[in-house]
């Protein structure tokens, strides 16, 4: 089954379900998913038993909001194993999210698991018109982050010939994509960037490559972020959204009807949108904070994990004919939201501003101090060749026009250097754009 815009629906029998036949899928699976998370799982009992609710009082969809919360703190607290709701020996993948401070996340999966998560991503690769036929090169690093094992065993599930190029070596990612031929790139959005910039210096023409999808995660993409490399590279590129506490990238994607809006699996993800503040729920189509309970995880249980990620969801019709309700792209992690002199900043919103002045690229850098007793923001902006200008009246000038552009969005002042086009570090995984030298 195909749509105009050549996106395939996998697998149309779930993902064109009606919405009462896709909430009674929900609704049997979260009550299994409870029993075996109150069995299995200490945590879960011991919470559970506090708040006087037991699995057989889950009745309807909307009883999910009598279970208790989970957040990273729990996860974190039970390391490594304190959430398994199997034994080991049943264990067959562990993966870890890279902990900032302390103790990384540790999750597990089942044979099964690891069979749902296959299903996830062809989901989302067929909704970027990813086909058996692609050969596909994986620029995510393999290890313990879920994106590059994740996304490779989908495709491969797919029937697509995998390339597990790993990360780094950026003239060989090069002379892969030549030889072998590759038609999809996986990679963040920033290292996409850099093989673009690194491949036009080379003299590649991409008009002319064989590329032409490109699958993006590990990191926020920014709509002009995608816009610059889907038109430099003359490639497609879909977003798909995630999170290791969950599973792994996969949760949702973004079909080629609906841009920017995600579909969510949810066969196996149930959501609900909470006022981050009080945790209540919130109405249809308000933004607020993504709460997620997988349905059929077997290994790692996880009820209503609250991810600090603000989006909305609705689940009006899509063109593309599925009737998965679609989230927005996440506005952000409130994790990486910098609080500067009480005003809240979101490094994303710099990218976006950026992206509308004509001179400067979309590379950034923000470094945030209190030497003087007061934060202080300073974002250096890498120039564009043709941004340059020979006059110091002029180039102050220009500086002052970034700078006001960027106080009128975030409403903070910031300093801004512009600096020598390529010189911002391109990073081969996750780019770091803040560095936050606070003194407490
Ligand atoms: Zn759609």
């Given at each position: 089954?195909?749509s105009?815009?050549?996106?395939?629906i996998?697998?149309?029998d779930?993902?064109?379900?009606?919405?009462?036949r896709i909430r009674?899928?929900?609704?049997?699976k979260?009550?299994?998913q409870?029993?075996?998370?109150?069995?299995?799982?200490?945590?879960?009992r011991e919470?559970m038993?506090?708040?006087?609710?037991?699995?057989?009082d889950?009745?309807?969809?909307?009883?999910?909001?009598?279970l208790p919360?989970t957040?990273?703190?729990?996860?974190?607290?039970?390391?490594?194993?304190?959430?398994?709701?199997?034994?080991?020996?049943d264990?067959?993948?562990?993966?870890?999210?890279?902990g900032?401070t302390?103790?990384?996340?540790?999750?597990?999966?089942?044979k099964?698991?690891?069979?749902?998560?296959a299903?996830?991503i062809a989901?989302?690769a067929?909704?970027?018109?990813?086909?058996?036929?692609?050969?596909v090169q994986?620029s995510?690093?393999?290890?313990?982050?879920?994106g590059?094992f994740?996304?490779?065993?989908?495709?491969?599930?797919?029937?697509?010939?995998?390339?597990?190029?790993?990360?780094g070596n950026?003239e060989?990612?090069l002379m892969m994509i030549?030889d072998?031929g590759?038609t999809?790139?996986?990679?963040?959005?920033s290292?996409?960037?850099h093989?673009?910039?690194?491949g036009?210096a080379?003299?590649?023409d991409?008009?002319?490559s064989?590329?032409?999808?490109g699958?993006?995660g590990?990191e926020p993409c920014?709509?002009a972020l995608?816009?610059e490399?889907?038109s430099r590279m003359?490639?497609?590129c879909?977003?798909?959204?995630g999170?290791?506490e969950?599973m792994?990238?996969?949760?949702?994607g973004e079909?080629l009807?609906?841009?920017?809006?995600q579909?969510i699996?949810?066969?196996?993800f149930?959501w609900?949108?909470v006022?981050p503040k009080?945790?209540?729920?919130l109405?249809?189509?308000?933004?607020?904070e993504?709460?997620?309970t997988?349905?059929?995880k077997?290994?790692?249980?996880v009820?209503?994990?609250?991810?600090?990620?603000?989006?909305?969801?609705t689940t009006?019709?899509?063109?593309?004919g599925?009737t998965?309700?679609r989230m927005?792209?996440?506005r952000?992690?409130?994790d990486d939201?910098?609080?500067i002199?009480?005003?809240n900043v979101f490094?994303?919103?710099?990218?976006?501003?950026?992206?509308g002045i004509?001179?400067v690229?979309?590379?950034y850098?923000?470094?945030v101090d209190n030497e003087?007793?007061l934060?202080?923001m300073?974002v250096?902006?890498?120039?564009?060749?043709?941004?340059?200008h020979d006059s110091f009246?002029k180039m102050?000038?220009?500086?002052?026009?970034?700078?006001?552009?960027l106080t009128?969005?975030?409403?903070?002042?910031?300093r801004?250097?512009?600096?020598?086009p390529?010189?911002i570090a391109?990073?081969e995984g996750?780019?770091k754009h803040?560095?936050?030298l606070?003194?407490?």
């Open positions: 089954m195909t105009l815009n050549n996106d395939t996998l697998n149309p779930i993902e064109c379900a009606s919405r009462e009674e899928i929900q609704l049997a979260l009550q299994r409870v029993k075996h998370a109150y069995a299995n799982v200490a945590w879960y919470r038993d506090e708040m006087g609710v037991a699995p057989d889950i009745k309807t969809l909307d009883d999910v909001r009598r919360f957040d990273k703190t729990v996860l974190r607290d039970t390391y490594p194993y304190g959430l398994f709701a199997v034994p080991l020996d264990v067959v993948r562990l993966h870890a999210s890279s900032t302390g103790k990384p996340i540790v999750v597990g999966y089942t099964g698991d690891l069979d749902v998560w299903e996830c989901r989302i067929s909704m970027a018109g990813v086909t058996s036929r692609d050969r994986m995510f690093g393999y290890g313990m982050f879920t590059g994740g996304l490779h065993y989908g495709c491969e599930h797919m029937g697509c010939m995998m390339i597990p190029a790993s990360s950026t060989r990612q030549n072998y590759s999809v790139l996986i990679a963040t959005p290292y996409a960037m093989i673009c910039e690194a036009e080379a003299g590649i991409w008009s002319k064989t590329l032409r999808v699958l993006f590990g920014t709509p995608k816009r490399i889907e003359h490639i497609v879909t977003d798909n959204y999170l290791t969950v792994g990238p996969g949760v949702s079909c009807s609906s841009r920017h809006q579909h699996a949810e066969d196996h149930l609900e949108i006022d009080t945790g209540e729920p109405p249809e189509g308000e933004e607020g993504l709460v997620l997988p349905l059929d077997e290994a790692f249980p009820l209503r994990y609250r991810t600090h990620d603000l989006t909305r969801i009006e019709p899509c063109a593309c599925r998965h309700a927005d792209k996440v952000t992690r409130t939201m910098l609080i002199r009480g005003t490094p994303s919103e710099i990218e976006d501003v950026l992206a004509e001179g690229s979309p590379h850098h923000i470094v003087t007793g934060d202080r300073t250096s902006v890498e120039l564009l060749p043709e941004g340059m009246e102050e000038a220009f500086t002052k026009r970034v700078a006001d552009t009128n969005t975030l409403l903070v002042r910031p801004v250097k512009l600096v020598q390529g010189t391109r990073s996750k780019t803040v560095e936050d606070r003194r407490k």
